[in-house]
């Protein structure tokens, strides 16, 4: 038998208004067969008590020998338990928000080690929850009226899915090397909100689910790269708003809200008042005047041209919308030996299919590829020293079979190198409350 360590990424739960940082450690056996040993497994929480919650500073806090069905709290040095009382309570109950997410977390790890659902229900002492948002509604739930689930022609074959074991290249890669994991998963669109009280009156669409918490159908393992960047942008864009406009923008809503009439008796009165103003008259009179020599010539030039001047056009930047980060990856791949080469083939089968749009039985529909989520890994754990990134579109999949300009095969016919260039956009922006200090860079 043999002793087998996996651990969590670190996850947030909000008990009582505060935010709780922890992670999960899973230590088990198994035989020679590479089963898991029964009443093997020991699960272990640890949690953050500093306010920084990027800095490791994790204190063993509760175990469960049940794959987190109950929990024994840890005491501290001064005898009191690591967690506080309400915290005990949300891991406690099944239906707690912080035992469900300390479930999830061990489902999470248990599908990166490629292990079956029967070994993750095996840890987990249960399967996976699926969760929604109150009031939600998924407008692709088979049991929507208007828009049911399609079956897609063709199935997930050549794909790892989420018993096998993750594409690895090199194959021989050392597991502790800082990598790039990839993860596909089913594209699922956000849930439209039938609760409007719940979001402002309006209704919307609920929160994008955690691609860690979907069912994985293959993960593929490649060395970070060199050109590693992001790039985090906004649209701003110029806007003009000369007086003329915002008066003649401020007499129109006047009108609505009191009638024409007063519209245009308001003008009259401050035309009169303007004129009176020695200060400000020749300005006055010009603008005026441009406004009727804008009407009759069509030419918005034309004072310019007449006297060298123009209204004040105010040219201001202002928001305009959030964008999507795109980002690039690139590998060359050179097979050492067959295993390796069939390796390298089935990534890149693995990222065509992948992105390949669907098209359901009836061909009446076409539908979503999978998406993807993309993580960097350091020692075993998300990299802190590199940025994170939402679920992501694989827009662009480029294979070079000839990187080095010469033809040149095995004699089982693979190419001796190809070179793999990935683009991908993120399916949603990143917005300010994002950055909850969960990650030193966090996106």
Not at 174 to 192: A, V
Not at 273 to 279: P, Y
Request: proline share 5%.
């Amino acid at each position: 038998m043999a002793n087998k360590k996996v651990q969590s990424n670190r996850f947030k739960t909000k008990v009582d208004g505060e935010d709780l940082y922890a992670y999960t450690e899973v230590e088990y056996e198994v035989d020679d067969k590479g089963s898991i040993v029964p009443g093997s497994k020991v699960t272990t929480l640890y949690y953050n008590n500093s306010s920084t919650p990027f800095f490791d500073n994790y204190t063993q806090a509760a175990r469960s020998k049940d794959g987190g069905v109950t929990w024994e709290f840890i005491k501290g040095l001064d005898g009191k338990t690591v967690l506080g009382e309400s915290a005990q309570k949300s891991l406690g109950k099944p239906d707690g928000e912080f035992h469900k997410n300390a479930e999830k977390s061990v489902v999470e790890i248990a599908e990166r080690q490629g292990l079956s659902q029967n070994e993750i229900d095996e840890l987990t002492g249960k399967g996976e929850e699926s969760q929604r948002l109150p009031g939600a509604v998924d407008i692709a739930d088979e049991n929507n009226p208007v828009f049911g689930k399609s079956t897609t022609r063709g199935d997930d074959a050549g794909l790892p899915g989420p018993g096998g074991a993750p594409l690895t290249y090199p194959r021989n890669m050392n597991p502790r090397q800082d990598h790039i994991e990839f993860r596909m998963i089913e594209y699922s669109p956000k849930k439209l909100s039938k609760d409007f009280a719940g979001v402002g009156g309006l209704g919307g669409f609920g929160e994008r689910r955690d691609p860690y918490n979907a069912t994985s159908k293959g993960t593929v393992i490649l060395p970070i790269q060199s050109g590693i960047t992001d790039l985090n942008r906004v649209d701003w864009t110029d806007d003009k708003l000369n007086p003329v406009d915002a008066y003649k923008s401020a007499l129109f809503i006047e009108g609505l809200q009191k009638g024409v009439g007063a519209s245009i008796e308001k003008l009259g009165e401050d035309a009169s008042t303007a004129l009176k103003n020695s200060e400000g008259r020749s300005d006055i009179q010009k603008a005026i005047a441009s406004i009727f020599l804008t009407a009759a010539t069509q030419k918005p030039t034309f004072l310019s041209r007449a006297t060298g001047s123009i209204i004040n056009p105010n040219l201001e930047l202002l928001f305009n919308a959030p964008t999507l980060r795109p980002f690039s990856f690139s590998f060359r791949m050179s097979a050492r030996n067959k295993p390796e080469a069939d390796t390298i083939k089935n990534i890149i089968y693995f990222f065509k299919k992948g992105m390949a749009v669907k098209r359901t039985k009836t061909n009446l529909f076409l539908q979503a590829p999978n998406v993807f989520s993309i993580k960097y890994v350091s020692n075993g754990q998300e990299h802190t020293g590199i940025n994170q990134i939402k679920e992501c579109a694989l827009v662009s999949c480029s294979i070079n079979y000839i990187p080095d300009g010469t033809y040149s095969a095995h004699a089982d016919g693979s190419m001796t190198a190809y070179e793999m260039r990935l683009e991908f956009n993120e399916l949603e922006p990143v917005y300010f409350d994002e950055y909850d200090g969960s990650h030193p860079i966090r996106y």
